[in-house]
Nanobody
Framework: QEPFVESGGGLVQPGGSLRLSCKYS???????????TGWYRQAPGKQRELVAG???????NYPDSVKGRFTISRDDAKNTLYLQMNSLKPEDTAVYYC?????????WGQGTQVTVSS
């Protein structure tokens, strides 16, 4: 089973919303007591960046670029990590991934494409 499988991306107009989902394997969930989890994104020509983090204690953190617009959450009963994205901007266009934090190189999934455009 893949460690992480992302879904929920698509084309949305500026100002719109999307909710991304990330299904994780049961073996990954055993690592949550040690590692934080996070959503990352990579835009064309740019480095991959962390856009939302969920610590082992349940705290969340976001960079200024998405603070107040993105919300990370996790449902352990469903083995799913979520990213609610509101007030989307064209600069949010990227492929979005989930992983542990710090990320594990071998755990990257295919990602899900988010395109914000009118």
């Amino acid at each position: 089973q893949e460690p992480f499988v992302e879904s929920g991306g698509g084309l949305v107009q500026p100002g719109g919303s999307l909710r991304l989902s990330c299904k994780y394997s049961p073996s990954i969930s055993t690592m949550f007591s040690i590692y934080a989890t996070g959503w990352y994104r990579q835009a064309p020509g740019k480095q991959r960046e962390l856009v939302a983090g969920l610590t082992t204690g349940g705290s969340t953190n976001y960079p200024d670029s998405v603070k107040g617009r993105f919300t990370i959450s996790r449902d352990d009963a469903k083995n799913t990590l979520y990213l609610q994205m509101n007030s989307l901007k064209p600069e949010d266009t990227a492929v979005y991934y989930c992983n542990l934090f710090p990320y594990h190189e071998g755990h990257w999934g295919q990602g899900t494409q988010v395109t914000v455009s009118s």
